[in-house]
């Protein structure tokens, strides 16, 4: 294992000193390492059969031990070799050690993150913990379980994966293995489908235990305010489309303006005035009409902010949702119900069934519900800091099994997006030329579309891979580090394969990456340079940069022009390539503002959550409390409810309460909805939004269990003798149900800066611009 070079030494001391996050001290675990190394050698001349009894003799062994540990580790590292033909090295083997003692780590790309993942949970599962890997897709999920599947056979464990078409049986056969591999989304869907279980119905889901994240950082932070949402029938408002059609034909400048950012945007006097001649309404703010205002507001985001192959794509009539930090189509996420449908109607495409919010939680929420967590990534130092403070989790670095000797050539900054990609498109042919493999990294399927067009017009043919194609996504990354091999594609983080040179691609230099500009985030970066140099392999990283580049555009104001500017644009003047990297400072800080803000606003939904649950399970399987609901029902005259105290009018009883109780905390979610949807504009009235949104919250939740119980007792008041069903009684349950994920929120995640500026609009202020100094 190589030791850290002379010069990182000091920083790395210093760092540990301070107990800074990323920072944890994983060297301490080496000495395990070469032992678990050493006792490896008296197992290899064991048969098969005898390696599997060594291996199941430690079943339900606390590895907490050193001795235990290294008996581990050496045990998994025979099997690994001899099930998957995989030899571990030392620093897969000191990442395992590591995450088995409740560290996160960061591993590089192409380190082997999959084969740790396999003695991680191997590990979890001997010391007796049912375990669930979490991967970034669900692609990645089955791939996994399906490879593991013999190497955890050693260990006498069964391993499945969680798929989207599975039925509810099935779900509940592959939660009872012992390692699930499932995306965070599965567990959390599976989840709300739980919480709405009825008497005779079993749950899916165990207790939640251990949780291994792969690409923790990803699930854990770009996901983590992502709501998952459980959803019913409803009726669309009728308003919804003449609010589309008007808002269409408003112009920007006149009826509503955009702020820099292009995240917030707010009607002008005129523009409202238009909008109210057309619904036939006076005054728009009125307090009555606040549903309406927000509809007007939410279609005025869809025409403005949100844009065709940045924010989405349509296939086959349908709006397919791009992630951000992935690049991809996000698997049945929706905006939302307002704002999708808001979209599909600016596009003329016919609108999907609205919904009613049954149930939600946050990706952050399901993560918490795990006894522990542990995980990888290959930027997990750059998130250690929010992952020390959001989850308490402490990271490490592990070294590369071979130096990485990747030349990161400093950024090419331009003037304008258009000289950028000129100079860049040849910069690609020019290594084209000599063979060398190319990977492209752009920001969305449009910019990634129209660089491969330049790349055409100069005759060099490239694979592009974004969310139009991500179905071929193995195919296209399993050609990209061929000789001569051009891709163009976006973000590449959590894709899961990597990019394998030929000796041809590695004698022309390994493989190029170029970004054409750079992400919010310097851990997108990160791990797109990262893509090349795996495994001591040659390669060169460099970014095409613009002041036009969003990261630039939408955080900071440039008041001067650039000193020094070559011939072809590019930009040689010091002070604006540190003006680049402020703007990319400046948009992070504001991301893990936007991270903070959300989670304020759900605390106490799930606290609510937290006591709503606790008293629905209880009335589902304890006969003394559903006993002593009905006395709440019947306060006056606890005699009423005699009839439903017996069976078998008590099961039918139970599914009435049960029922009525979703029915209220339904309505209180859908009117938290509505209520962060347009909790904005409370600062119109000189209100505090997080203080009023606690408000109603509070309030509606005060009265949440008056009104189940009365409606209870209406219901079983007025049932028939012969009622033996929810039928009997005009009650359903939805005929259908669905799963989504709501993306980030406008009017939620990025409350504080619309607040700020419709505060400063109101006011008639200029909103004054971040300047470089």
Request: charged share 25%; proline share 3%; glycine share 8%.
């Amino acid at each position: 294992m190589k030791s850290v070079s002379w010069w990182e030494r000091p920083v790395l001391w210093a760092q540990q000193i301070r107990q800074e996050p990323g920072a944890e001290n994983l060297r301490r675990f080496v000495p395990l390492v070469h032992e678990a190394m050493k006792t490896r050698e008296q197992f290899r001349a064991l048969s098969d059969r005898k390696l599997q009894q060594a291996a199941t003799s430690l079943t339900s062994t606390s590895l907490e031990k050193d001795r235990d540990l290294v008996r581990y580790l050496a045990l998994a590292s025979e099997a690994a070799y001899r099930t998957l033909g995989l030899d571990p090295f030392e620093e897969q083997l000191l990442a395992a050690a590591s995450m088995l003692r409740g560290r996160v780590v960061d591993m590089a790309t192409g380190e082997g993150k999959t084969l740790v993942g396999f003695i991680v949970a191997a590990g979890l599962g001997v010391m007796g913990r049912q375990v669930h890997v979490l991967s970034a897709n669900e692609y990645l999920a089955a791939r996994d379980a399906a490879h593991g599947s013999v190497f955890f056979e050693v260990f006498d464990m069964q391993s499945g994966a969680v798929a989207e078409s599975m039925s509810r049986s099935e779900r509940t056969q592959v939660y009872g293995c012992d390692v699930v591999y499932a995306t965070v989304h599965q567990v959390g869907f599976d989840m709300l489908r739980d919480r709405q279980r009825t008497p005779g119905t079993s749950r899916m889901l165990p207790q939640l235990d251990a949780a291994v994240f792969d690409e923790i950082d990803a699930v854990l932070l770009d996901d983590a305010m992502v709501p998952l949402v459980l959803a019913g029938e409803a009726d669309p408002a009728p308003e919804e489309a003449a609010l589309t059609a008007v808002v269409g034909e408003l112009v920007e400048g006149a009826d509503f303006e955009v702020d820099g950012e292009r995240r917030g945007v707010s009607f002008t006097d005129g523009g409202l005035a238009k909008v109210e001649q057309t619904l036939g309404v006076s005054d728009l703010y009125a307090p009555e009409r606040f549903e309406l205002l927000t509809a007007a507001n939410v279609a005025l985001h869809a025409r403005a902010l949100v844009e065709r192959d940045v924010h989405y794509i349509i296939v086959d009539g349908q709006i397919q949702l791009i992630n951000d930090a992935r690049g991809r189509v996000s698997d049945r996420q929706r905006w939302p119900d307002g704002l999708h449908a808001a979209v599909e109607r600016k596009e003329g495409l016919v609108v999907t069934r609205q919904s009613e919010v049954l149930d939600q939680i946050l990706v952050e929420s399901v993560a918490r519900s795990y006894l522990s967590l542990t995980g990888m990534s290959g930027t997990a130092r750059e998130a250690a800091e929010r992952l020390h403070d959001d989850l308490q989790l402490r990271t490490g670095m592990v070294p590369t099994h071979r130096r990485c000797v990747r030349v990161d050539e400093p950024d090419r900054l331009f003037s304008t997006v258009v000289l950028r990609d000129e100079s860049a498109a040849e910069f690609v042919c020019a290594a084209h030329q000599v063979g060398r493999p190319v990977l492209v990294g752009t920001a969305n399927v449009g910019e990634s579309e129209r660089f491969a067009q330049l790349l055409a017009e100069r005759g060099v043919t490239a694979s592009v891979l974004n969310a139009r194609n991500d179905a071929q996504e193995a195919e296209v990354i399993a050609r990209a580090g061929r000789f001569g091999a051009v891709t163009v594609s976006t973000q590449m983080a959590g894709r899961g394969v990597d990019i394998q040179l030929d000796q041809q691609a590695r004698d022309a230099g390994g493989l190029l990456v170029v970004g054409l500009s750079r992400y919010e985030s310097t851990r997108l970066d990160r791990q797109l340079r990262g893509r090349s140099g795996r495994q001591g392999d040659p390669g060169t990283s460099v970014f095409f940069t613009s002041l036009e580049d969003a990261v630039v555009s939408r955080h900071i104001e440039i008041n001067e022009p650039p000193i020094s500017v070559a011939d072809d644009g590019r930009i040689t003047d010091p002070r604006f390539l540190h003006l680049y990297g402020h703007a990319q400072r400046v948009a992070e800080g504001k991301l893990s503002q936007l991270h903070r803000t959300t989670r304020k606003y759900n605390k106490i939904v799930d606290a609510h959550s937290e006591i709503f649950l606790k008293t629905r399970e209880r009335i589902l399987v304890e006969e003394e409390a559903f006993d002593e609901y009905l006395d709440q029902v019947w306060l006056n005259g606890p005699e009423q409810g005699a009839r439903w105290r017996d069976e078998p009018d008590r099961t039918l009883a139970v599914e009435v309460v049960l029922h009525q109780l979703d029915r209220a905390w339904s309505g209180h979610v859908n009117l938290l909805t509505a209520t962060l949807e347009g909790i904005h504009l409370r600062v119109l009235g000189r209100l505090n939004p997080l203080d009023e949104f606690n408000r109603v919250a509070i309030q509606d939740f005060l009265t949440l269990g008056a009104r189940a119980r009365d409606a209870v007792r209406e219901v079983l008041d007025a049932a028939p003798a012969n009622a033996d069903s929810l039928a009997d009684l005009g009650l359903r349950r939805p005929s259908s149900t669905w799963t989504y994920m709501v993306t980030d929120n406008p009017f939620m995640s990025q409350a504080d800066h619309i607040l700020a500026f419709i505060a400063k609009k109101t006011r008639g202020e200029k909103l004054p611009p971040l300047t470089y100094k």
